[in-house]
């Protein structure tokens, strides 16, 4: 594909993509912002809901590629997940399409396989251990649900209209790691910004399913398909653990937080503010 650079970053006043709105322009991007919040110190951004086809088409329009972030990004009623995720992945993949944008990157989420149990044994796990991309979706919550539709919504514009997609299981992007959890999925934002840029310029992706995370010493999924992108993952969550562990010991097989990779999602999700 050709050299992608204006990027459209929805979700852009949100926490990843503060993160991003930092990181990505060293990369040569330049971002226009989509949120239905205000984007701090932006007043280009568009402000305004997935909801609003007009507006998503008016902000697609002459971009060379989407990081869709934007959404709800942990459970919530299904009349709120339906109308942000699924609704409006959608009506973004509809502007892509009528815009003729060739390429997205999608924020999935491990919550699309979050009722996967995780693997046992001593880090770092042996490669065949390792959760694979086409183990069987098994979503934790509403929300991983709608991250299910995500990929498959993706596959389809693939399939039928030649729209490209990186779907990213994203683990937890954050600052620093603050769980025991996280020391398994943490995607420092360094590396968010690298697996995205990896993302946007590979080539022939089709629809391309990838974990986020580091290259954690006690990862628990598989990297190859990320890496196959290009993506080089410099940071490790590992200088964490002691600090984490002390606090909150380890994780327990027999807690059923602690069983599958979705954690606390499984039994607690954390609720979106609506
Ligand atoms: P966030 O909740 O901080 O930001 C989401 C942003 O989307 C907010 O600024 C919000 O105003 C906007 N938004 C929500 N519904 C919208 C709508 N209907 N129309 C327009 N804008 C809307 O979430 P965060 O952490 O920044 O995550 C970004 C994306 O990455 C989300 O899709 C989330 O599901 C996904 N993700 C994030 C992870 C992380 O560790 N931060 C882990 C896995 C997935
Ligand atoms: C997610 O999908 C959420 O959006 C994020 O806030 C974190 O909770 C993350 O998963 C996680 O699993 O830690």
């Known amino acids: 594909m050709p050299a992608t650079r204006t990027v459209l970053l929805t979700g852009a ?11 990505l322009p060293a990369y040569g991007y330049e971002l226009r ?22 507006a998503v088409r008016e ?5 060379d590629a989407i990081i869709h972030l934007a959404g709800i990004s942990l459970e919530a009623p299904f009349d709120k997940i339906l109308r942000a995720n699924i609704e409006g992945t959608y009506n973004l993949y509809e502007a892509a399409r009528e815009e003729g944008v060739g390429r997205i990157v999608f924020a999935s989420s491990n ?14 796990l042996d490669a065949s251990a390792l959760i694979p991309v086409h183990t069987p979706r098994r979503p934790d919550t509403l929300y991983g649900l709608s991250k299910c539709f995500g990929e498959d919504l993706a ?25 025991v959890r996280m020391l398994s999925v943490w995607m420092s934002p360094g590396d968010g910004a690298r697996l995205f840029h990896a993302a ?8 391309t399913v990838v974990y986020g995370s580091s290259a954690n010493t006690r990862l628990w999924w598989d990297l190859s398909t990320a890496r196959a992108l290009g993506y080089e993952p410099q940071d490790d969550s590992e200088q964490y653990a002691e600090k984490l562990i002390a606090e ?12 599958h990779l979705g954690g606390h999602f499984c039994t607690h999700p954390p609720m979106w503010p609506c």
């Open 111 to 124: 919550h699309a396989v979050g009722f996967t149990p995780r693997p046992q044994g001593t880090a770092p």
């Open 248 to 259: 909150q010991g380890e994780l327990d097989p027999a807690n059923p937080d602690h069983a």
């Open 33 to 54: 912002l989509f949120d239905m919040a205000p984007v701090d110190g932006e007043p280009a951004a568009v402000t305004a809901e997935l909801a609003d086809k007009q």
């Open 59 to 63: 902000a697609v329009r002459g971009v």
């Open 13 to 23: 006043a949100g926490g990843l993509g503060t993160l991003m709105r930092g990181l």
């Open 155 to 179: 596959q389809l514009f693939w399939d039928l209209h030649g729209v490209e997609t990186v779907s990213v299981r994203i683990g937890s992007c954050f600052m620093e790691p603050s769980s």
């Open 200 to 207: 946007l310029t590979a080539g022939d992706v089709g629809h």
